[in-house]
T-cell receptor, first 113, second 117 residues
Framework: QKEVEQDPGPLSVPEGAIVSLNCTYS??????FMWYRQYSRKGPELLMYTYSSGNKEDGRFTAQVDKSSKYISLFIRDSQPSDSATYLCAMSEASGGSYIPTFGRGTSLIVHP | EAGVTQFPSHSVIEKGQTVTLRCDPI?????LYWYRRVMGKEIKFLLHFVKESKQDESGMPNNRFLAERTGGTYSTLKVQPAELEDSGVYFCASSQAIVPQGGDGYTFGSGTRLTVV
């Protein structure tokens, strides 16, 4: 079993739709949960991160962490064609543990006009 | 502020040849990381430099890979001799803090796409 599982998609949605992207993980020591966005031919760019459980909102983006289920989600409201990219989840342990992020495979999102 | 710069952006070499990838981190970032993404797979950690010292090289696949960071500035990753399975995208990232909290301050370059034929 991989440490981080993420459906590669592609996920195709119409403009304006609410998008839900998800990852599951097996390592209960993970404390930092991150979402990266990667455009074609570019490097991953951090969108947002949360520490431990709970929700975090930033504009149209909401990140949720459910540590009891080992499940994290990223919601994108009012999706735009410019949101079309690959979204990668990543997780790392807190200070004292392994700080190197473990990445999921990424989900390819296509938002069509 | 200039970002993390990698070159070449794309390299095609024959099996058995040598290739050297270069990464210029953000100025002042002591921490430099190399990652690799093989097609269809996850981004995998290769190694971490703090200044010129290797902090963690647990992800280096084998001794055909040699990373250096002389003077604690730019870094090179040499693959010698290259094999078909080395094909992928090699990313470099840098950070100011040794433990980037949740990825904050962890900046990736655009990567070098290596194709071994």
């Amino acid at each position: 079993q991989k440490e981080v599982e993420q459906d590669p998609g592609p996920l195709s949605v119409p403009e304006g739709a609410i998008v839900s992207l998800n990852c599951t993980y097996s390592n209960s020591a993970f404390q930092y949960f991150m979402w990266y966005r990667q455009y074609s031919r570019k490097g991953p760019e951090l969108l947002m991160y949360t520490y431990s459980s709970g929700n975090k909102e930033d504009g149209r983006f909401t990140a949720q962490v459910d540590k009891s289920s080992k499940y994290i989600s990223l919601f994108i409201r009012d999706s735009q064609p410019s949101d079309s990219a690959t979204y990668l989840c990543a997780m790392s342990e807190a200070s004292g543990g392994s700080y190197i992020p473990t990445f999921g495979r990424g989900t390819s999102l296509i938002v069509h006009p | 502020e200039a970002g993390v710069t990698q070159f070449p952006s794309h390299s095609v070499i024959e099996k058995g040849q040598t290739v050297t990838l270069r990464c210029d981190p953000i100025s002042g970032h002591d921490n430099l990381y190399w990652y690799r993404r093989v097609m269809g797979k996850e981004i995998k950690f290769l190694l971490h430099f703090v200044k010129e010292s290797k902090q963690d090289e647990s992800g280096m696949p084998n001794n055909r890979f040699l990373a250096e960071r002389t003077g604690g500035t730019y870094s090179t990753l040499k693959v010698q001799p290259a094999e078909l399975e080395d094909s992928g995208v090699y990313f470099c990232a840098s950070s100011q803090a040794i433990v980037p909290q949740g990825g904050d301050g962890y900046t990736f370059g655009s990567g070098t796409r290596l194709t071994v034929v």
